[in-house]
């Protein structure tokens, strides 16, 4: 069958898909880029926001409405926690929990009565994840979170924390370099957790991936900025783990995080911020911050803005908080205004832009490593402008020549000038 998988959401989501694309391969099946030809679709929802909720359900509609023929199956956080609204969805074949995703696949074949032809799956070239238009494998090496966010759903959604053994963690990403993958990414809802339930920390597991595989690039995931192991920045000695780190803050104001429930402090989180850049030249770090949090008085975002804007971020992404029923702070007094809530997420995208520029033009004039891509914009008949990122996970661009192709290659480049978003760089 044609398998076409689809995710809204974190990058926990696609590290699943891209699980279930392996899977799927090995009972036979081949995966498609093309929903539309697709006779089995899988969806990953998401539910983080109510907005979420709403793109969940409006993505199953239109894949639905678009390719009426194909089987749906639908799992992730939307359909975890309203598993009954997502049943009731037209064209949904099969809802999958989160808690029973290590085996969508093997439900799939029996619930559906799928064929499963072993001997007709893919030869590992043929590897799913550049079926898919994807260079970067993500690997979810831990699920759940022990902690309790007061903004977050995720954490019921997910459940306890659960953690994959260094020895299957290595083997997957060995058997994703036999395949040519040149850069991994960890992922997982509490990263800074890994191994809490199996007697091993997130600092042995880089270890041990730096000494058994040779992946050319590790990246990590968000990683919440408390539970970092002992030493942890000394694992950046090693070039192939890249210098960006994303910390999510959330609020630069001590009182609007104790309403979060949030376990580090602002000058925790600078001392981290500190160490950081200290031990790791030219990190990248970047954050998410929450703006209008119920009670937010204007002291409060004053403190916060001067906080971020002292801490200096490569990138933030910026969420305008908005009611997320099932929450603890769904039940919180003084919301403030949209308005107030409009004009603070201006001034912080402003700033946010200003950082981002300045962290570029420190950049510039250096040459480094990309992993380069495969998306292209024509510049003209004869050239192409291709992507990619720098160690530190910057976006920059470079032109080829139609006809040229350098995805998936590590290619040094030298930065020569700023174009709003991206670095402009000539190849080295």
Request: aromatic residues 6%; proline residues 4%; contains cysteine.
């Amino acid at each position: 069958m044609l398998v076409h998988l689809r995710t809204l959401g974190c990058r926990l989501n696609e590290a699943e898909l891209e699980s279930w694309a392996q899977a799927f391969q090995n009972a036979g099946h081949k995966i498609t880029r093309e929903q539309n030809k697709a006779q089995l679709i899988i969806v990953n929802s998401c539910a983080v926001t109510q907005d979420a909720v709403r793109k969940s359900r409006q993505l199953i509609r239109r894949i639905h409405r678009d390719n009426p023929a194909a089987k749906i199956v639908a799992s992730g956080c939307y359909v975890t926690l309203q598993a009954d609204e997502a049943a009731e969805l037209l064209g949904v074949d099969l809802i999958v929990s989160n808690q029973d995703k290590d085996r969508l696949v093997e439900l799939a074949i029996a619930e559906l009565d799928l064929p499963t032809m072993p001997a007709m799956s893919t030869e590992p070239a043929e590897i799913s994840l550049f079926s898919r238009g994807r260079q970067r494998a993500f690997i979810k090496v831990q699920d759940g979170c022990r902690y309790r966010c007061t903004f977050c759903i995720v954490t019921v959604a997910r459940g306890e924390e659960k953690s994959t053994p260094i020895e299957k963690i290595v083997q997957e990403i060995n058997n994703f370099v036999v395949q040519g993958v040149k850069e991994v990414i960890l992922t997982g809802v509490h990263l800074g957790g890994y191994g809490s339930d199996i007697n091993q920390n997130l600092a042995e597991l880089i270890q041990a991936i730096l000494d058994q595989t040779q992946v050319p690039r590790l990246r990590l995931g968000s990683l919440e900025p408390w539970d970092l192991p002992e030493n942890f920045f000394a694992l950046f000695n090693n070039p192939r783990l890249m210098p960006h780190l994303h910390l999510p803050l959330q609020s630069g104001s001590d009182s609007v995080l104790k309403r979060m429930a949030r376990r580090c402090k602002t000058a925790e989180f600078s001392q981290i911020i500190h160490q950081a850049r200290r031990q790791v030249p030219n990190i990248n770090i970047t954050t998410d911050i929450i703006v209008g949090f119920p009670g937010e008085t204007e002291h409060e975002w004053q403190d916060s803005y001067n906080f971020i804007k002292q801490t200096g971020f490569g990138h933030i992404h910026i969420f305008t908080y908005s009611t997320r029923s099932g929450t603890k702070a769904a039940a919180l007094p003084d919301p403030v205004l949209n308005t107030i809530k409009k004009q603070r997420s201006q001034e912080l995208h402003q700033l946010a832009e200003q950082m981002k520029q300045s962290f570029m033009q420190q950049n510039l004039g250096e040459s480094v490593d990309i992993l380069w891509e495969g998306q292209k914009e024509e510049i003209n008949e004869t050239q192409h402008r291709v992507f990619g990122y720098t160690p530190n996970y910057i976006r920059v661009a470079t032109m080829i020549s139609d006809g040229e192709s350098i995805e998936n290659q590590i290619i040094p480049a030298l930065s020569r000038e700023i174009n709003e978003n991206y670095l402009l760089t000539e190849r080295v």
